[in-house]
């Protein structure tokens, strides 16, 4: 596996369910970020997490729950959403030192809230 | 005044074009400037990266800043239907903890054969 990889690619759920989105980072980079992608709109920053600490939180209702056990997995967790919630939602991932640091993303995943 | 502007499109264009996308911005402290491309049901690609002003050359395709103006753009020439996509820009400003990228909105090119 290499780059960064997603799961599911696709989720349909109900208001009332609980379900996780996965994340893993095969660059060896140390940020990783949970992004949302909406039709006709600009990404959205969600989460920042840079050396497994969370640096950003872009005033994300609370049921969505990020978690980054480890520099190479990331999480966010879903709980009671709502439809317009529904969303392509990627992460992505990058180097934090230099001053570049390009942002790499996954393929996303596509939810569905019924 | 939105941060970042950017032509929705669609764009369509016969192949073998020169394409011409842009981006206005209003935020002066952006300092890095980057293109991405998004294949439909894929994620964004990163294609150009870009430091303050000037241009970068890639193959085919150009990156242009000019910050006097705050105007990027992403030149591709001879256009082929392989770069039907859409195409977002993205800036930050500089410094340790400058995490936040802002995007505009895409914009969605078709190349013709």
Redo the contacts between chains.
Sequence with gaps: ETG?T?TPRHLVMGMTNKKSLKCEQHLGHN?M?WYKQSA????E?MF?Y?LEER??NNSVPSRFSPECPNSSHLFLHLHTLQPEDSALY?CASSQESG??R???????TRLSIL | QKE?EQD?GPLSVPEGAIVSLNCTYSNSAFQ?F?W?RQYS??????LM?T?SSGNKEDGRFTAQVDKSSKYISLFIRDSQPSDSATY?C?MRG?GA?S????????TKLSVIP
């Design positions: 960064v997603q940020a970020y006709k709109k600009p990404l920053l920042v840079s640096v950003e990627l001053p570049e390009p942002q790499h993303f996954g393929d996303g | 970042v929705p890095y980057m991405y049901r894929k994620g964004p690609e990163l990266y430091y977002l993205a500089k903890g995490y936040q990228l802002t995007f505009g909105k895409g």
